[in-house]
């Protein structure tokens, strides 16, 4: 969702500013700007669409001053045009803002009554007038915000300056997470670490409902009822450096052939290669007492909870309940005291799975997130934390975060099934091995890549495509499917394959090709049954299996690809990058923005 960047600074703003909305671009590309003091005023340059277009605006039209604010966009109330575009200002008072105000329309009608003349149709602009309005009438403008901020609805992340104060800046969180940056002589504002990571790698988080009031020599953190709170300083481990594409076009091609490494490196981590035992984290709780598991996350990270659940309830043989977060949230489940609440999330600051979070720690729940960034929200939220070792995942499509979090799964699912009795030893070490390999095994899958590429020139051409999967490979169905519409925007649905015969199969002719995950695994000779059902109904078969499925399937499929034999346990994780790469290579055939896709940002902290 959208970012935000502040800095009070001792030099230039302006490039400052870029440089960090160009490392917060992933959250959000629809139009960005930037505001800064000049003398006794505000000035600010905006524009529509990418980022570039800001920074080539600002090359025809520099501006100056130390102190500004910056943002780049996901809209959610008005238009993505350069009029709505951030930060809003009336003159006075400047504000960017990640979040919805969802009492706006009441702030609006009361504002317009007391004369105020509004420029956009977003619902920042309220904040704008409503901060202004309250230091017309007499106060200053820390307690002009503080009254402000009180009357403010919803969700939001606000950094804001005033004219002529050019040693002020105020933050504020409620929902949307911020972070303030420490500097020498300066101080920042920024949605995440990797916003500041060229200014600061110093940084304290605003908890909920904290407002920061920033001056160049330190911070002071305030509850909405106006207590001046400690929060600690941490340090974050990222670089300055911008994360490039290496050899790559794009991020999501880089990322995907990152995998053996960053699968590795979270391997590394909770496996014992030459005890091949598993040992996570410190839990404050016994694993052994878990009766049930309950796993909230959403889209590609809830496909990674669905794998868990197969795996968890074979492997571990405890009971596993799972929910896209937006469902969960308001649907008050009932949950027995003492359960694993697990929640995934690359980014942890996904705000419907954050909402869920906190229901399951007011019920009672071992709450562990499973997540890529350690010092987000959830993770700070949570009892415990497991880490993926994914790095930074800058492509809006996630891939190595699916497969890092599955390979934490696996590893969780070994610990609890040894914590419950559910394993032996020798089952135990059998599988680790062959998780140990899957580093190895996804470097054979990526060798691939070229006659995925060649099969991606007919699927280009669909207008609709199937993807099926039995058991454990039923999420990676889904995974593939959406996938291929978020980057390339072919409809795709994924399907279990044991329901194509109730009702998805009338859509089957000879212009949909249906894409059959099929590792050798139990359900092997089950999928081939339907993938024969779909090949009488005309249907192009491309089928993703081991060289025995291959060869089974080989007068059915149109076209195939040979996976490396492996336990089925692993299946899911290498199953993940055939599915990645086809719609990778669709979307780059088609010329679609493969990093930033229409309408979709990462780190999606509106509800
Ligand atoms: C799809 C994708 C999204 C995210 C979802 C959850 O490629 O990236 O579906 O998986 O928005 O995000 P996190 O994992 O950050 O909670």
């Known amino acids: 969702m959208c970012g935000i960047i502040g800095v009070v600074g001792l030099q230039d703003a302006a490039p400052r500013l870029v440089d960090g909305l160009k490392r917060l671009e992933y959250r959000g590309y629809d139009s960005a700007g930037i505001a800064t003091l000049i003398g006794d005023g505000i000035d600010r340059r905006r524009a529509e669409g990418k980022l570039v277009n800001l920074a080539n605006r600002l090359k025809e039209d520099p501006l100056p001053g130390t102190v500004g604010i910056g943002h780049t966009r996901w809209a959610t109330h008005g238009v993505p045009t350069e009029r709505n575009a951030h930060p809003h200002t009336d003159g006075r008072v400047a504000v960017v803002h990640n979040g919805i105000i969802e009492n706006y329309a009441t702030l609006r009608a009361e504002l317009q009554a007391a004369g105020c003349e509004f420029r956009s149709d977003t619902d920042t602009e309220t904040v704008v007038h409503l901060i202004s309005h309250y230091w017309q009438n007499g106060v200053d ?10 009357r403010l609805e919803g969700a939001f992340a606000l950094a804001i300056i005033f004219t002529g104060e050019h040693n002020l800046m105020i933050a504020a969180r409620k929902g949307s997470p911020l972070a303030v940056g420490y500097g020498d002589g300066e101080m920042y504002i920024g ?8 200014l600061t790698n110093r940084l304290s988080y605003l908890e909920e409902g904290d407002w920061a009031v920033v001056r160049r020599d330190g911070v002071e953190f305030r509850t909405l009822g106006g207590d001046v709170v400690e929060r600690a300083v941490h340090v974050s481990a990222l670089s300055g450096a911008m994360i490039g ?38 839990l404050p709780f016994d694993l052994a007492t878990v009766r049930r598991v309950t796993i909230v996350a959403c889209g590609t990270s809830y496909y990674a909870g669905l794998v868990a659940k197969y795996w968890l309830e074979s492997v571990a043989r405890v009971p596993v309940d799972i929910d896209v977060a937006s469902e969960f949230r308001y649907r008050e489940p009932v949950l027995e005291d003492g359960g694993l609440a697990l929640f995934i999330s690359q980014s942890g600051e996904t705000a419907d799975t954050l909402a869920a979070l906190r229901y399951c720690k007011e019920h009672g729940q071992h709450v562990v997130s499973l997540v890529n960034v350690p010092e987000s929200t959830m993770a700070r939220e949570s009892h415990a934390i497991l880490q993926t070792l994914a790095g930074p995942e800058i492509g809006v499509a996630s891939t190595k975060a699916f497969t890092t979090q599955l390979t934490v799964l696996a590893c969780l699912t070994l610990a609890v099934a040894r914590a419950r009795g559910a394993i032996s030893a020798a089952r135990e070490a059998e599988l680790s091995q062959a998780l140990i390999e899957v580093p ?10 070229e006659r995925i590429r060649a099969i991606a020139e007919d699927v280009m051409l669909a207008r609709d495509v199937l993807y099926l999967g039995r058991g454990a490979s039923y999420p990676i169905a889904l995974e593939g499917a959406l996938k291929l519409k978020e980057i390339s925007y072919i409809h795709a649905e994924g399907y279990a394959a044991g329901e194509m015969k109730h009702g998805p199969i009338a859509l089957i002719d000879d212009s949909v090709p249906v894409v059959v995950i099929a590792p050798g695994d139990s359900l092997l000779d089950k999928t081939i049954s339907n993938v024969q059902e779909t090949v009488a ?19 059915s499929a149109v076209y195939s690809i040979t996976l490396p034999a492996v336990d089925p346990f692993v299946a899911p994780i290498l199953y993940a990058i055939p599915v990645q790469l086809l719609a990778y290579h669709v979307a780059v055939l088609k010329g679609t923005d493969v990093d930033q896709p229409r309408n979709l940002a990462k780190s999606v902290t509106v509800e």
């Open 141 to 150: 403008p820390v307690a002009a915000t503080h009254k402000a901020l009180k």
């Open 191 to 198: 949605s995440d670490a990797l916003a500041l990571s060229h």
């Open 245 to 282: 594409k290496g050899e790559h076009r794009h991020y999501m091609a880089k990322e995907i052939f990152e995998q053996p490494q960053v699968i590795g490196d979270s391997l590394n981590a909770l496996v014992n290669p030459s005890t091949r035992a598993v040992s996570l984290p410190d």
């Open 440 to 449: 190895a095994r996804a470097g054979e899958v990526l060798n691939h890549d």
């Open 537 to 555: 109904r005309g249907g192009r078969v491309i089928a993703f299996s081991d060289a025995d499925g291959v060869e089974r399937m080989k007068d």
